[in-house]
């Protein structure tokens, strides 16, 4: 079988550590940029929606997310019904930062798809999401506490 996982994650820790030195300049590290792009996209969201739409734990996401509000790029608001409930924002600064990081996004997808044809390219986008959701029954079984039989 061949190895497409190990693919994956060169191309994933390849891409991370591009951007990680590109978008130094912002002062966001260690994948903050991903979870800046979804409170852009999703103003209002919640972080144990942004830490389950980027497949991290809720520990994970509420550190980046403290990270990210302390550096000015977010911040929380309560809920108008319901005070528990933090939800997230860009702040100016998030939304000045933003193009930039759709447009690094867009430039990194041109870049990893170049020489694929249209269907080549909606082909690959349909097998990795098949990819995506097989992982995610595993994904969401494990941080349950269980464990996968090998």
Known sequence: MKEILREIGMIARALDSISNIEFKEFDLTKGQYLYLVRICENPGIIQEKVAEMIK????????????LEIQGFIEKKNDDNNKKIKKLYPTDKGENVYPF????????????LSGFSLEETETIFHLLQKVRKNIEIDWEFVKKGNKRGY
């Open 56 to 67: 991290v734990d809720r520990t994970t996401a509420a550190r980046a997310i403290k990270k």
């Open 101 to 112: 990081l759709k447009k690094e996004g867009e430039y990194t997808d041109k870049v990893a």
